[in-house]
C-alpha cells in the first residue's frame, strides 16, 4: 500500500542534542510538508517542500532545518531541543500544491526533550 | 489575520447526530477540508468542499456556505470509535492549509 512513513515514533532527546527525524513516502508526490503539532492545538506549518524547492514559513525557527535528498525522503533536523520544542511532528504529502489537493500525513514522530 | 473557529469539545450518545460547525476568516479561499485525529495518531482526511452545499459520503456529510464563511461536519449513527478530534482546515489563496485547533468528540454510550 502507498503510504508516509515516519521514525521513529517515539524521540527522547536531552536539551540541546541534536535530532534527526525522518519521513519516507511511496506516493511519489511532489510536494511534502512538516507540520509541529502540540497537544490540542492545531498543526502548525514549518516548512514544505516542492520537489526540490524549499520554502520556509516566516516563524519557523532557525534551530529546524530540512533536507529533501530525493523524491522519497525528507528529514528534520533540530539543532538544538528546547523543552519548548517536545511535540507531535507530522509529515504529510500531496501530489501538487493547489486547493483540492488532499495531504496525507504519516503516523508522526512524538518527540520527548528531557 | 486568519483565523479558523471550532467549538473545543462536544459531547454525544451513541447512535445520535452531532453537527461540529467551523467558521473562517482566511485571505482567499480554495477549499474546505475536514480531518479526523485519534488521539496520538495522524490526522487522516473525511471531506473536502469548494463549492456550496452538502457532500454526503456514508456516515458522514459535510456542509460549506461561501458567503458565511462556515461549514459544519455532520455525523450519523455515532459509534464509539467517532471518539477523536475533528479539524477544519482551509486552502488559503496561497493554497496554504489552515487550521483549526479541532474539535475534541467524546461518545458515550
Known amino acids: 500500500d502507498a503510504m508516509v512513513i515516519q521514525n521513529p515514533r517515539y524521540q527522547v532527546t536531552q536539551f540541546g542534542k541534536p535530532v534527526t527525524l525522518s519521513c519516507s513516502q511511496t506516493l511519489n508526490h511532489n510536494v511534502m510538508y512538516w507540520y509541529q503539532q502540540k497537544s490540542s492545538q492545531a498543526p502548525k506549518l514549518l516548512f514544505h517542500?516542492?520537489?526540490?524547492?524549499?520554502?520556509n514559513e516566516a516563524d519557523t525557527p532557525d534551530n529546524f532545518q530540512s533536507r529533501r535528498p530525493n523524491t522519497s525522503f525528507c528529514f528534520l533536523d533540530i539543532r538544538s531541543p528546547g523543552l519548548g520544542d517536545a511535540a507531535m511532528y507530522l509529515c504529510?504529502?500531496?501530489?501538487?500544491?493547489?486547493?483540492?489537493?488532499?495531504?496525507?500525513f504519516g503516523p508522526g514522530t512524538r518527540l520527548l526533550v528531557l | 489575520g486568519q483565523n479558523i473557529d471550532q467549538p473545543t469539545e462536544m459531547t454525544a450518545t451513541e447512535g445520535a447526530i452531532v453537527q461540529i460547525n467551523c467558521t473562517y476568516q482566511t485571505s482567499g479561499f480554495n477549499g474546505l477540508f475536514w480531518y479526523q485525529q485519534h488521539a496520538g495518531e495522524a490526522p487522516t482526511f473525511l471531506s473536502y468542499?469548494?463549492l456550496d452545499g452538502l457532500e454526503e459520503k456514508g456516515r458522514f456529510s459535510s456542509f460549506l456556505s461561501r458567503s458565511k464563511g462556515y461549514s459544519y461536519l455532520l455525523l450519523k449513527e455515532l459509534q464509539m470509535k467517532d471518539s477523536a478530534s475533528y479539524l477544519c482546515a482551509v486552502s488559503d489563496s496561497n493554497y496554504q492549509l489552515i487550521w483549526g485547533a479541532g474539535t475534541k468528540l467524546i461518545i458515550k454510550p
Open positions: 468542499n469548494v
Open positions: 517542500y516542492y520537489d526540490k524547492d524549499f520554502n
Open positions: 504529510a504529502t500531496s501530489r501538487v500544491r493547489t486547493g483540492a489537493e488532499t495531504q496525507y
